[in-house]
């Protein structure tokens, strides 16, 4: 399989596992999973600007994004997020392993065989200790979101929202069946 073939889908297959998962789990972790999208693409961005990593190749147009940060990541984090989420030691083991299999597999080994990406000026166990950093502040994020979220009921947006048939009636009208 070619490299580009590679590349789009590691951007667009995760996305189909979504699928999967039901609605009210979707509308929780989409947050954190967009977190994670953006913090690995600023990490990203930054490598490639302090020379501690090269793009050879990436998904055409993106041209210092790989697609990985943007697909895999992002619904990686969301499953993550719903098989672990408030069981921080089995969400730290898995995100560590996952972590090292990132580091020391893909960045170093794969990625660099297919002339995709290449490591120049960081090792590999900086990479992982970029990609923990990472998974600790996103748990805290989801714990933050969780904590707004919590007291606040759906209402309370809006509360003079209601449906018609729950309005009272105004002053001085009456219903027509208890009239008659």
């Not at 990593?53 to 943007?70: G, N, R």
């Amino acid at each position: 399989m070619n490299n580009q073939a590679i590349l789009w889908s590691i951007l667009f297959l995760p996305f189909l596992t979504l699928f999967f998962m039901n609605k009210d789990d979707l509308k929780r972790y989409l947050p954190v999973g967009i977190l994670s999208a953006f913090a690995s693409t600023i990490v990203g961005d930054i490598g490639v600007t302090l020379g501690f990593w090269v793009h050879q190749e990436t998904a055409y147009p993106f041209y210092d994004i790989m697609p990985f940060d943007i697909g895999l990541n992002m619904v990686l984090t969301m499953w993550l997020f719903k098989f672990t989420y408030k069981k921080f030691g089995i969400y730290l083991v898995t995100n560590i392993i996952l972590d090292i299999v990132f580091a020391f597999f893909l960045f170093q080994i794969y990625f660099p065989n297919k002339g995709m990406m290449r490591l120049v000026d960081i090792s590999p166990f900086q990479t992982f200790l970029i990609a923990v950093v990472l998974a600790i502040m996103l748990y805290n994020y989801q714990i933050w979101q969780e904590s707004i979220f919590a007291h606040v009921e759906r209402s309370s947006f809006f509360p003079n929202l209601q449906p018609a048939a729950t309005k009272p009636l105004p002053k001085g009208h009456e219903n027509k069946k208890e009239n008659e």
